[in-house]
């Protein structure tokens, strides 16, 4: 079972000529509503991967909130563990350019109110996966990762978005998840030796005795553990909408892991799910099925 404990949103998208600069108005060409939130994108994901699902989060009483859970509850995810709360559904407002780049907002709403006390909902044991990202309280998050320790569970920490505090328990989950730009940061937190990234991720694997993935773009993935340094390329592909490729990523991953892939093989899949999620406008709404990501990775062999 993988349990993903995180936020659940509402995306409001626009697409936009061009990304605007400060204070500039540009203008746009479509509007659309999607379900987001990166809890509830990577936890699509993986239930799309093949592995079974549960979501613990909240959402508010509103009319937000039965359109944010649309597509997991088509997906089967167990939403046992999603609570109704008196704040707003949390919302995501997104721009997205013609060259797929996107810059995006977020407000919180209920996914704040996802507390240290809720994880109870989680009902955790040994060899679960538990997925966890940085858009409810990051108490919430490090709780998430001592209890998921002392019940036998392997964690997987997407570092997004960056939270400067989050680097104190950056080195509790057994998989940290995070891009280029997240990991630089994180770096000059933990204060990481080496010259170059790839020399810090294994400084930091070595120090933590953890592993750490950094996706690249287009430029593929790189993972280090304390034994190891990996490195998957990219499939080569036109971006329509870039919004929803690492909560892609890191739902396929989980599953990987879950399903018992060796590393290597995890990332490979849980790359070619997130190029395929770059081929389609919105986040949960472009997150490819197991069938079709399996048939790209037969096509690249």
Do not use: W
Not at 84 to 98: D, P, Q, R
Not at 123 to 138: A, N, R, S, T, W
Not at 208 to 233: E, H, K, Q
């Amino acid at each position: 079972m993988i349990i993903v404990v995180g936020s659940i949103n509402l995306d409001l998208i626009a697409n936009v000529d061009r990304l605007p600069s400060p204070g500039e108005t540009v203008g746009g060409s479509s509007f659309v509503t999607a379900p987001g939130g990166k809890g509830a994108n990577q936890a699509l994901a993986a239930a799309r991967a093949g592995a079974p699902v549960r979501m613990v989060g909240a959402v508010g009483k509103d009319s937000f909130a039965a359109e944010a859970l649309a597509l997991l509850r088509d997906g089967k995810v167990d939403l046992s563990g999603v609570a109704e709360t008196f704040a707003s559904t949390g919302t995501a407002l997104i721009m997205v350019g013609k060259d797929g780049e996107n810059i995006i907002a977020v407000v919180p709403g209920a996914n704040a109110s996802v507390l240290p006390g809720d994880l109870s909902k989680t009902f955790l044991k040994k060899g679960d996966v538990v997925l966890l990202q940085h858009e409810i309280p990051l108490a919430t998050v490090d709780a998430a990762l001592d209890q998921a320790r002392a019940a036998g569970a392997i964690t997987v920490l997407n570092t997004a978005p960056f939270q400067g505090d989050a680097a104190a328990f950056l080195g509790k989950a057994d998989y940290a998840v995070a891009n280029e730009t997240e990991f630089d940061l994180y770096g000059e937190a933990l204060s990481l030796n080496g010259r170059d990234r790839a020399a810090r991720m294994r400084d930091y694997a070595g120090k933590t005795g953890r592993t750490i993935v950094v996706t690249l773009g287009g430029d593929g993935v790189m993972a280090a553990t304390p034994s190891d340094f990996l490195t998957v390329p990219a499939m080569k592909i036109t971006p329509v909408d870039t919004v929803g490729a690492g909560d892609t990523f890191c739902g396929y991953f989980a599953a990987g892991l879950s399903s018992g892939l060796a590393l290597d093989k995890a990332l490979a899949r849980a790359g070619a799910a997130g190029s395929l999620a770059c081929l389609k406008p919105g986040a949960q709404p472009a997150i490819p099925l197991a069938k079709d990501v399996d048939q790209a990775l037969q096509e690249t062999r």
